[in-house]
């Protein structure tokens, strides 16, 4: 038996596969199982920073506030005065590194997830898993990571 091609057959591939590519694009419901998006420009979420290494002096994070570290993969926050917590910079729902800090949070430009900067608990969704924390240490006036 022979398959004859035809608009109909060529049609309906172009849409599935136009569909798929859709859904994979948007998360196909907020699947935070893990795996990387092929759209993350993150890479695979591990924190490249070496250990040891200088993040910021003291004075470089603001109370109620902090500052992500891109090249680290690392946000650094102080929810109260002297009290420093550093998180993975790498968003739980769809791998984004995060955007910004502001309003007590830590914010994913991607989908809108929100963190809370005083343990990286979700504020606000998609997101549904906190951001895991990372190891830092204070040492005079240097936040360095563990």
Do not use: Y
Not at 111 to 133: C, E, M, R, Y
């Amino acid at each position: 038996m022979t398959h004859e091609t035809t608009r109909r057959t060529v049609l309906l591939a172009t849409g599935a596969t136009g569909a798929a590519a859709l859904v994979t694009a948007c998360g196909g419901g907020g699947d935070d199982s893990g795996s990387a998006s092929s759209q993350s420009p993150t890479g695979d979420g591990a924190t490249s920073g070496a250990a040891g290494q200088v993040l910021a002096g003291l004075d470089e994070i603001p109370v109620g506030g902090g500052k992500i570290f891109t090249d680290e993969k690392v946000v650094v926050t102080q929810p109260e005065q002297g009290r420093f917590k550093a998180f993975s910079a790498i968003c739980t729902h769809m791998h984004c590194l995060v955007g910004s800090v502001s309003d007590g949070t830590i914010n994913c430009p991607c989908h809108g997830s929100k963190f809370k900067i005083a343990d990286g608990a979700v504020a606000h969704g998609p997101a549904t898993q906190p951001l895991p924390a990372e190891q830092i240490t204070v040492e005079g006036n240097s936040i360095r990571l563990a």
